[in-house]
Each structure stands twice: as structure tokens, then as C-alpha cells.
């Protein structure tokens, strides 16, 4: 039987309280602070989400941990992490297999410096839950409920065409990253195909998995869209990764276009390549703000990535009713439809 709780009413008397629901523990009303862990405020989503658990938590404080910030104020742990780092991809970071920004998250090491790091700061309770953002690391401490929220795992990659198995991280990296999945309460994933290789690829039980998938950065509020944008002959690509996102083969695809369509219009938002190519407009990086009216002048949006955790902009372009071209990996197929 649950166990009866008793409050004091402002006059003294005794009343019985309605049990807690079954799962909950009898301290979890007690707790009024939440363990918001981030790497860092970056990409968009990171903030937005910060944003969105204050508002949902208006009676909590929201906690807010940038883990990347924090190891790198840590200076012998950065040291000590440089002799793991080229002990485990030295070979791979000389011969431009591996860049040496995502080594250094990817030791032994740092893995184990984090979760002992996340232990002291939580530990000492008076928290209701801890929120993980992506899965390079693992936030959960004993005796508080943990969840997760990720659009990748590092194991997906091999259900990409031609991935080179050579790219992967170390095998006992890749071994502790089964362990953030398994010390969740709830793993939230971005895309069904994330959700597919937890299964499949980290033996998660189904019942410790739910597809959410994610909404927009851009506000979508006060879509303004008028017949005529259809007619400009606009393509838009919205991307910061030029190369992942398959902007070479965007521009060799407009040389084609333009053959046929010589007053097209191909504008490029969020990066700034070094191409030559005419009827082009490289805006760059932008303001979140500002990112809208693109979308609004637009005619059609192309992004033929090679490589997508999930692509939050393609579900800004459907909401401002642009036909979308893409290609059909990663999560994409969850939003676009043939």
C-alpha cells in the first residue's frame, strides 16, 4: 500500500494527502531544481530547449551545465586528455582520418572525467530529474532520474551508403557510449532511424525509447507566402556544414538548371563557400531572426545532404509550403515524403 502522507494546514490540523503516483518517489515534490547538461549552447535547439524547460518548470530552477565549458577550465584535465587523444587517434589525426576538435571528446578519458565531474556537481541531491542533450557523454548520477535527448547515435553512421568504417571512433569509446543509453530512464530520439539503431545497434529495450522528433528554430508563427515567390525561380540552401550538407553537389546541379532556366536563382544561408558560379547569392551566417524572410522569398528548397541526424531545416522550409528536394538518408524521411 502507498504510504500516507500527512501536511499541517495553516490552523493545525493534520490532513491526509492523495498518494504519491506509483513509480514516484515520496521526495520528488521536495525537489525544485533540474539538471539542464548541454555540451554547449550550440547548435539552436541546445538554447531553445533551455528555454522551453523553464517554461515548462515555471515552479523549478532550471539548472543549466555547459559540460564543454567546464572540462576546459579544467586545465590538467585538458593536459592529461592530450597525451589519451594521441595515444588513441594519433595515426588516424596525422592522416586526416579524424579531425582533432572531435578526438578530444572521444577518449576514454574525457568520458570517464565528465561522468565523475557530473557526479560531484549532482550528487548531493535536491534535484527532481537530470536532461541530457546529445549522446557524447554520460550525465547520470545515482539517485536521479535521467533522460536523454539525441538526433545520433555514433554506431548510425554505418547505415550510410559507402560510410568508411574507418571513420569511426575507438572501439572503447564506442563501448561507453552504450552505457549513456542504458543509464537513462527515457531515451528521447529526433527520427525514427535513431530509434531503429539503439535497437539494433546498442540492444535498447523498446520500452526505454520514444520518438519525439523536434520542431523549428525559426519562428513560424506569421508565415507570410504569396503566389509569386513560386514564380522567381529561387533555390534556397540553408545549411552551416557546406561540404557534409552536399553543397558541391548543389552547385553542379544549378549549372545544370541553369541551362535550362538561366534566370534561377540559387541563395546560399549559413556558410559562405569559395565557389564561382553565376545567379548566386552567398548570404552566410545569420541571426535566427533574419533567417525567415529567405524562407519566405524562396521557390524551392534544396539541401542534398550526405549525412543527417535529423535537419531541422527541412521542417522550417515545409512550414513556410516549400516544395523540398533532398536526399533520402538519415531522418530525413520522416518529413519528406516522395
Not at 570517464?112 to 556537481?121: D, N
Not at 524562396?298 to 535537419?311: M, Y
Amino acid at each position: 500500500m502507498p504510504q500516507k502522507i500527512l501536511a499541517r494546514q495553516t490552523d493545525g490540523a493534520a490532513v491526509e494527502l492523495p498518494p504519491e503516483p506509483a513509480g514516484i518517489p515520496l521526495f520528488w515534490h521536495a525537489n525544485q531544481k533540474i539538471a539542464f547538461v548541454r555540451p554547449r549552447p550550440y547548435p539552436p535547439a541546445n538554447e531553445v530547449m533551455a528555454q522551453m524547460m523553464k517554461k515548462s518548470y515555471p515552479d523549478c530552477e532550471v539548472e543549466v551545465i555547459e559540460v564543454y565549458d567546464r572540462i576546459k577550465r579544467r586545465k590538467d584535465v585538458v593536459l592529461i586528455n592530450l597525451f589519451h587523444v594521441f595515444k588513441e587517434y594519433g595515426p588516424d589525426i596525422l592522416a586526416g582520418k579524424k579531425s582533432f576538435k572531435h578526438a578530444f571528446w572521444r577518449t576514454r578519458y574525457i568520458f570517464k572525467a565528465i561522468k565523475t565531474m557530473m557526479a560531484g556537481l549532482l550528487s548531493h541531491g535536491g534535484y527532481r530529474f537530470s536532461f541530457q542533450m546529445q549522446s557524447l557523454f554520460d550525465a547520470s548520477v545515482d539517485g536521479v532520474p535521467h533522460f536523454l535527448y539525441t538526433d545520433h547515435t555514433h554506431l548510425e553512421n554505418l547505415y550510410y551508403p559507402g560510410y568508411d568504417r574507418a571513420k569511426l571512433f575507438a572501439r572503447p569509446w564506442v563501448e561507453l557510449e552504450k552505457t549513456i543509453y542504458q543509464n537513462t530512464a527515457i531515451n528521447f530520439t529526433r527520427s525514427a532511424n535513431i530509434s531503429r539503431s539503439l535497437v539494433e545497434q546498442y540492444n535498447c529495450p523498446d520500452n526505454k525509447i520514444v520518438c519525439v522528433r523536434a520542431g523549428s528554430n525559426v519562428d513560424t508563427g506569421n508565415i507570410h507566402k504569396d503566389g509569386d515567390s513560386y514564380a522567381r525561380k529561387n533555390i534556397l540552401f540553408v545549411g552551416i556544414d557546406w561540404n557534409r550538407k552536399g553543397g558541391p553537389d548543389l552547385v553542379e546541379a544549378f549549372k545544370l538548371v541553369l541551362q535550362a532556366h538561366p534566370d534561377a536563382r540559387l541563395t546560399i544561408v549559413g556558410c559562405k563557400p569559395e565557389i564561382d558560379l553565376p545567379n548566386c547569392d552567398i548570404v552566410g551566417r545569420l541571426p535566427l531572426g533574419e533567417i525567415g524572410k529567405y524562407y519566405e522569398q524562396a521557390s524551392v528548397f534544396c539541401l542534398p545532404t550526405t549525412l543527417e541526424p535529423f535537419g531541422i531545416v527541412f521542417i522550417e522550409a515545409l512550414s513556410h509550403k516549400l516544395p523540398v528536394v533532398a536526399t533520402n538518408i538519415g531522418a530525413i524521411p520522416d518529413c519528406v515524403v516522395e
